[in-house]
């Protein structure tokens, strides 16, 4: 058993791979290796056979190369640390805090595991993976990485880890759920609960009973709520992780909700009414619904207003006529004029 810890300080407790499984995973992925290079050797002397000794050799030393190093590079790399010989036997790479490895550590696999397996015939691997406490080959060693076991034997895949828990005692579980004040709780943990239910059908039975009762103790202290006798620890994880999601879930509604209400579309624009037409000219009539029907459906025609009749155009000024004298009175001979002392004849 292998205490990997994570950048978290959670202790895994991992089941690493020995001797026997890592050297039968080994064959299988060299067997298959191998055929794939004699195959493509063969056919391309076939193809080639032209080549001089020289080009046929530099093409020889390329495909040993690509089939022995750079494919089980890529394989490690793209399946996150499971080769077809690993997969058929529930391991896989992982690197010493327990994550999934990346090119580098599968590079550097690659590399060393050519010369200690291949060039000096596992000589080196053996003795060091049956020395080493986790197994550890060379490659291991210089990558930082170690080879677990996904799967112990006799676990079915389907199979749940947990004991059944009685509905009576989940029921009475839930009313309190609702009542516990899970602020104390810190982030921290809560990660370390999730990883450990997250990888709990990975885990050996006895190491998730123990790493579970750890965890249920320390969440258990921080709420304020003992372990119901009878539950399994990892059972009252995952209650109290599923009742913290649920009200994480609950306040983002409320937070959209009254976001939501908060929000008040500007009011749309007021238009007014239009004014009444006044002089020779009728009222608009209204373009509505006429009898609860519209105006359309009835087959009348939508009236519009009236136009109103533009002003006729201001008359330009007349200018100013000279003032004219007036003509001196024309004089009367009914009456007598005035005594100038001029008598007219009879």
């Known amino acids: 058993m292998s205490n990997l810890v994570t950048g978290e300080a959670v202790v895994l407790g991992l089941q690493t791979a020995k001797l026997p499984s890592r050297a039968l995973a ?10 794939a290079l004699l195959v493509f050797t ?4 076939i193809a080639l056979i032209g080549l001089d000794g020289a080009a046929l050799a530099a093409t020889m030393i390329g495909l040993t190369v690509f089939f022995l ?37 599968s590079l550097v ?45 006799g676990a079915g895949g389907s199979a749940s880890p947990l004991p059944p828990v009685h ?30 239910l997250g990888r709990i059908r990975q885990l050996d039975p006895a190491v998730m009973l123990r790493m579970s009762t750890r965890l249920a103790e320390d969440l258990s202290d921080r709420i304020g709520h003992p372990i119901a006798p009878g539950l399994h620890p990892a059972a009252y994880l995952g209650a109290v992780l599923t009742e913290r999601q649920r009200r994480e879930w609950t306040r983002a509604q409320e937070q959209l909700w009254t976001g939501r209400a908060a929000f008040t579309p500007p009011a749309a624009a007021q238009v007014p009414a239009p004014r009444p037409a006044s002089g020779p000219f ?65």
């Open 26 to 35: 080994i064959v299988i992925d060299l067997l298959v290796e191998f055929a």
């Open 42 to 45: 063969l056919a391309l002397s």
């Open 69 to 105: 190093v750079a494919v089980p590079v890529m394989v490690e790399t793209l399946t996150r640390g499971r080769s077809l010989g690993k997969a058929a036997l529930g391991l896989r790479v992982v690197r010493t805090d327990g994550g999934p490895v990346r090119f580098r550590h």
């Open 109 to 153: 696999r690659g590399l060393v595991g050519f010369f200690e397996m291949i060039v000096l015939t596992g000589a080196p691997a053996v003795i060091t993976s049956a020395v080493h406490s986790d197994g550890k080959r060379l490659g291991d060693i210089f990558a930082g990485t170690v080879v677990v076991r996904e799967r112990t034997p």
């Open 167 to 196: 509905p009576h005692l989940l029921q009475a579980m839930g009313h309190e759920l609702v009542a516990m004040d899970l602020s104390a709780v810190p982030e921290p943990l809560w990660l370390a609960i999730r990883q450990l």
């Open 282 to 346: 009728p009222a608009p009539v209204p373009t509505g619904p006429v009898g609860g029907r519209p105006a359309r459906v009835l087959g009348l025609p939508a009236q519009q207003p009236a136009p109103v009749a533009p002003a006729p155009p201001a008359a330009p000024p007349v200018p100013a006529q000279p003032a004219v004298p007036a003509a001196p009175p024309a004089p009367s001979f009914d009456k007598p004029a005035a005594d100038t002392g001029f008598a007219p004849p009879a």
